[in-house]
């Protein structure tokens, strides 16, 4: 609150106490007053504006500024309320208390919907556990009557699964919750645990598989890669060329003391336009539009969970040609300490 | 022959992986009523426990706890919670493995044959008609000859050793494969086991290896 403001503000103030001393000065000389009395009542007068402005303007001017300057500092500002001290004039106090109570009610209304996410999102857990259970029967009675279909039934139930573990993903990478473990994994196992699940769809599909230095450890949660991996993966196939049979080579690489995993393929790659948007929620692009399998969830969640553990992800592609992952982990010594 | 117990209460599960590993060769017994499971698993005797976490009555996890303070049976456990913290748990608990629902078949068989054999204290060399098979070495020995195996040539050896007699599919050598950083595609396996006839052959064992058309392959 600079002096203009506040000139500005009492502008009418000023006014009226302007006319007020007009009439008594004509008053005054009405009643024969001239001179010396005229100018010591005016002199009184306007002391007594000015120093009483100047108080005014003082605790004001204090308890405006503070406000603006921790409302500009403050990163969540709905602290507002609490960082500030109520002040002695009136409509200070009034705004301080409206100000707490707006608060109030919004921490309530916020708490109702924290509270509500939550539990949606055990819901999906709790129900994630009890769908896996079918799934997991079916793979057993799939196994136990080997025939010619098994195989594309394991393929199918591969899918159901992998359905299964968006929907969980998509809650746990929503919620601030953190239900994460990070430690020290083995990039080799994660990938082979991939592999291996996605093993009679990679065959059926006719795709080979080659690996390079993935003997590395990195810090991540062992689950969480394991997803995002398995997403890759689950999108290599579903975009793969019918010009040419599906190769995916991944190969990790230590590069400024950070480990890089490079998960590429040789499928129909994606426009140069799309590129910039493809961890976007909902977005399918142009390969979507030829691939009604496309919900443009995968990556969006895929890019969360990066972004949760603190791993960098980042794509390049050539139409028709090649689409690479990269996906960056930290050697983070604080990590190892704990 | 190695007595399994499976604690897991959705039936349909529960039968179908007692299907399994009757198939596989395992007695097994499956527990029906879940009032009291500790006592069952007690009473039963079993060489290997299948766990499941999520029980009616009581936590698998705690059950375990329990059961560990008194017996040293070999237990994994099972379960469809995606999180690290039921691992974690488990294993501290004094777990022999974890296993995540729906699972591999072929890998459940693979850890749980795994965890038998760490159970019993078994010689590092196994035999074959004469030949001895060293898996650290990678190599078989008959006599003064000697046959260098590659990996994948060796993994495929050591399951069918481990099946003598009994049809290995090639599913279930490509699930080893696969599992041990392998990711080698139909063809190569073809050529895997042609090569592997072929060295067992200059050891003077030909035609060990049949195929068996649609099903897989037998050591006899």
């Known amino acids: 609150m600079t002096i203009r403001d506040y000139l500005k503000d009492r502008l009418i103030a000023y006014f009226i106490w302007a006319i007020c001393h007009a009439i008594t000065i004509i008053f005054l000389l009405a009643y024969k007053v001239g001179g010396q009395p005229i100018i010591v009542v005016t002199v009184i007068s306007i002391m007594a504006v000015v120093s009483h402005e100047i108080w005014n303007l003082n605790r004001r001017k204090n308890f405006y500024n503070i406000i603006r300057k921790t409302t500009e500092e403050l990163d ?21 208390d409206t100000l707490y109570s707006c608060n109030k009610s919004m921490v309530e209304n916020v708490n109702k919907y924290k509270k509500k996410a939550s539990d949606f999102r055990e819901y999906i857990e709790l129900w994630v556990h009890e769908a896996k259970i079918p799934v997991a029967s079916l793979r057993l009675i799939s196994h136990n009557n080997l025939g010619v279909v098994s195989d594309k039934v394991n393929v199918q139930i591969k899918r159901i699964d992998d359905c299964i573990d968006n929907v969980l993903y998509y809650a746990r990478s929503e919620n601030a919750e953190k239900d994460y473990n ?152 604080f990590y190892k300490m704990s | 022959m190695n007595k399994i117990m499976i604690v897991e209460d959705d039936k349909a599960l529960c039968e179908e992986l007692s299907l399994l590993l009757e198939k596989s060769g395992y007695s097994v017994r499956s527990v029906k009523d879940f009032s009291d499971v500790y006592s069952q698993m007690i ?89 001895i098979v060293s898996s650290i070495k990678g190599s078989l020995v008959k006599g003064d000859q000697e046959q260098v195996l590659t990996k994948n040539e060796m993994l495929i050896f050591q399951l069918l050793l481990d099946h003598q007699g009994e049809i290995v599919s090639r599913d279930e050598l490509m699930t080893v494969l696969w599992d041990n950083d392998e990711y080698i595609n139909d063809n190569a396996l073809s050529v895997n086991i042609s090569r592997l006839r072929n060295k067992l052959a200059d050891l003077g064992l030909q035609d060990a290896i049949e195929t068996r058309k649609k099903q897989g392959y037998i050591l006899i």
């Not at chain 1, 142009?286 to 980042?314: A, F, P, Q, W």
Request: proline content about 3%; charged content about 25%; hydrophobic content about 35%.
């Open chain 2, 43 to 131: 009473s039963a005797n079993s060489d290997l426990i299948l766990l499941d976490i999520n029980l009616p009555k009581e936590n698998g996890e705690v059950l375990l706890q329990k059961f560990r303070k008194k017996y040293d049976t070999p237990v994994i456990m099972l379960t469809s919670s995606a999180g690290d913290i039921d691992e974690v748990v488990s294993m501290s608990y004094g777990a022999d493995d974890y296993i995540t629902k729906p699972y591999n078949p072929t890998i459940l068989l693979l850890r749980i044959a795994a965890v038998l054999k760490r159970s019993v204290k078994s010689g590092q060399l196994q035999e074959y008609k004469g030949v």
């Open chain 1, 76 to 96: 969540q500002k709905y602290f507002l309320s609490e960082m500030l001290s109520e002040p002695d004039f009136y409509e200070g106090k009034f705004l301080c």
């Open chain 1, 182 to 333: 990070i430690k020290e994994v083995s990039l080799k196992k994660v990938f082979s645990n991939v592999a291996v699940r996605n093993r009679e769809a990679l065959q059926l599909s006719g795709g080979n598989l080659t690996t390079y230095g993935l003997d590395r450890e990195v810090m991540t949660d062992k689950k969480w890669l394991e997803f995002i991996v398995g997403q890759l993966m689950a999108n290599s196939m579903k975009y793969a060329s019918v010009k040419r049979p599906l190769e995916i080579s991944v190969k990790a690489k230590e590069v400024d003391s950070n480990v890089i995993l490079y998960f590429r393929d040789n499928g129909i790659g994606i426009v140069e336009a799309d590129l910039p948007y493809v961890f976007e929620k909902s977005f399918t692009g142009h390969n979507g539009r030829s691939n009604s399998e496309s919900t443009g969830m995968g990556l969006y969640i895929v890019k969360n969970l990066c972004d949760r553990l603190g791993h960098g992800i980042s794509v390049s592609s050539k139409e028709n040609e090649y689409t690479e992952f990269q996906i960056t982990f930290a050697r983070n010594e």
